[in-house]
């Protein structure tokens, strides 16, 4: 089975339609949170993932928009949106993130959006927090999503992990290891690089890869400084930081 994996697109319909134009042919589509917060089209790209079939997980800025997450740990600009998209969304979007689950789990996947032991706000981005994290999920993969940044961390031994490269066009072989997978950020890459990034993940190879595609940046700025969103948060985009 393909499933494409995709997380963090924070409300960024420019990104996430250069990503849904750019997918092969996937049997399914999972989404590991943050699909609101920053950007201006929450409920445009609500629209878009119901009509993928995708299979989401609670982000915490979905469950912040709805009122289930606490916002005090947001720094101030990201509390500003989140306080603008809680306004904006409509019964749709409003039903919809409520809905989502924190982890999902479904034959060789667990998927959240922060890490197995706190699927809301841990961050994994060393070796030693996801070295911690084998012991928290049951089956041979997890996927996660919230720092933003593409990588494989590959179980090695009891307590340790290995990460990997996800360089675009470099399949990961996982080779029936445990894995921790994040594909990245479709609507607000950190990495340095602008691009939308995204993960394909083949069951029946056992392996994953992950990929770039540039978009359409300047739309998107131009809808959130029509909102009135903080602009730092629209010029971030153009650096992917
Ligand atoms: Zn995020």
Redesign the pocket.
């Known amino acids: 089975m393909r499933i494409a994996v995709l997380s ?1 697109i ?1 409300s960024n319909l420019a990104a996430l339609e250069a990503v849904l134009s750019d997918l092969p042919a996937v049997d399914e589509a999972w989404v590991l949170g ?1 699909t609101v ?1 920053y950007g201006p089209q929450p409920n445009e790209v609500i629209v878009a993932l119901q009509a993928l079939g995708a299979r989401s997980v609670l ?1 915490n ?1 979905d469950g912040a928009a709805v009122g289930t997450v606490d916002t005090r740990p947001f720094n101030p600009d990201a509390r500003r949106a989140i306080e603008w998209t809680a306004e904006v969304i409509d019964a749709n979007s409003r039903a919809y993130l409520a809905s989502l689950p924190e982890v999902r789990t479904d034959g060789d996947l667990t998927a959240v959006h922060g890490s197995p032991r706190n699927p809301i706000w841990e961050y994994i981005f060393s070796d030693e927090v996801a070295a911690d994290c084998p012991a928290e999920f049951e089956t041979q993969l997890c996927l996660f ?2 720092t ?1 940044v593409p990588i494989v961390f590959v179980a090695a031994g009891t307590d340790d992990v290995e990460p990997l490269a996800s360089l675009p066009d470099l399949p990961v072989e996982l080779r029936g290891r445990r894995a921790l997978i994040n594909p990245g ?1 479709v609507g ?1 890459p950190r990495d340095g690089n602008p691009a939308a990034s995204y993960a394909i993940l083949d069951t029946d190879a056992d392996r994953v890869d992950f990929h770039r595609v540039r978009y359409d940046i300047d739309r998107t700025q131009r809808l959130m400084r029509e909102a009135g969103l903080p602009p730092r948060l629209a010029e971030r985009l153009s650096y992917g930081r």
Do not use: A, E, P, V
């Open positions: 963090d924070h943050d917060g982000g800025h999503g919230h933003h950020s607000q």
